[in-house]
């Protein structure tokens, strides 16, 4: 008879058990255990709770400060990427980035890398720092040094693997033990490729990540796992026939849609590039000392670009208003105490001096910016001397 029984707390499913009543409560016990242990079997094996798994990792991901987080098949058809990777390499685009070339298919085959990889977890982290002065009015004004917007903070590469550590921490509380490895610019991993196929947006012609509510202006970071999470779909790409970015490009360096030419971007040249920066390149480098935004300034979606939540990627040491001549006074001991903790102490001090006589080469002419560049022609470093003397040479 229905409607009219008692309903049993333990079962915990809302069945009525009037006729029932009867049964001991040693019965209804074994029931309940039979019932536990199919409700984690479930957890373990079955699609919906692993919907539900995702759903809550996405949503502790924004909870730990990523913006985005979506899911990509980690065997998801790779072939056309290996080729373009390979092209470019044949092409001998990554200059002397041998770490481009050194890994070969481990780069696009998450499994060669963490064998049992079933998935990409990408999440990408805003870095437009608050309060930061214009970058147009900086690059426009010859005497100031332009430092990439995403530098003017803390390097990213701690932050977000730190972050993504304690995604997987929380992981591992729900599900028990499983295989990860989280990266950040940090691992042989084609990421903007695993960002667009999860979704997180699409590549851009400059072959940037971009996004319809973010624009850019962002770091990604992955984790690879062998938990087989419900994967996302890609989306649009919605560029159209913009070619703002291969047009605005000082020194040319997108060569077509999607592709970039290394040895010409002025973020290898001034971060990447070890010894002499060729000179044919030096005056289009302008005030850029170190990175290059320009591609992205220029791009439309950025004005979708959003200030970061991270205090870590606020501008330390007011390094977006300074002048190339100050930044140019700076010994060894100053550079390294100031820029603790910033991407740009890792090129160290020779290789800024070197980037900050091209952009004082370039700056307009001055005796106070003469008499700095000649104050470095005896420098310890024969790198630094050539690129003074280039310099002085464009003030004659
Ligand atoms: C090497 C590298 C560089 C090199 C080379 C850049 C490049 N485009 O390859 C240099 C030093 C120049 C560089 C510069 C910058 N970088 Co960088 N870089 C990387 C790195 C380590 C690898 C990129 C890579 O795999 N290149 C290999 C080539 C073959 O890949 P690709 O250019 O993407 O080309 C692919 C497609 O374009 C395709 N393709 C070829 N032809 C065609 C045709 C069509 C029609 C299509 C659809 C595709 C296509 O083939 C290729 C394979 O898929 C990644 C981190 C990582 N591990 O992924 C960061 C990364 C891409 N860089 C990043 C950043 C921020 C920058 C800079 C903006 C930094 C700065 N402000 O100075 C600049 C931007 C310059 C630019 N326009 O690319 C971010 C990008 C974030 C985002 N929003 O996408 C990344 C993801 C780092 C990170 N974790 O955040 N970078
Ligand atoms: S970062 Fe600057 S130099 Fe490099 S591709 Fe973009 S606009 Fe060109």
Redesign the pocket.
Known sequence: MQGAGKFCAKCQRGRFISEIASVNAALCGIRVTIMRVMQENTLKNNEPDLVSLAITIKAWGKELGFQDVRIADANADMS??????F???DKA??GE?DY?AKHGTK?TRPAELVAGTQRVISV?MNHMPPQVKDSWAVINQGDQAFI????LGRD?HKV?RARMQKLVDKISVEVGPFNYRV???????????W?QKSGL?W?GK?????SRQAG??????EIYTDLPLPVDEAIG?YCGSCTK?IDI?PTQ??V?????D?RR????L???LKGSIPESLRPLIGNRI????D??LVCPWNKFAHITDESDFHVRNGMDDVTLMELFRWEKDEFETKLAGSPIRRIGHEQWLRNIAVGLGNAPSSTEVVDALQARLDDQSALVREHVQWAIQQHA
């Open positions: 056309g990427v290996e080729e373009g990777l092209e470019w390499l685009y990554h980035m481009m780069r990408r990439s917007r995403y530098a990213y977000l990266f950040s610019d940090s691992a042989p991993v084609m990421e903007v490729e960002a947006g590549r400059h072959t940037l990540l971009l850019s202006m962002f770091f990604l970071g790409n970015c490009c360096a997108i077509a849609p999607y592709q970039v290394a971007c002025i973020s290898y001034t971060i990447e170190y990175g290059c935004d591609c992205q």
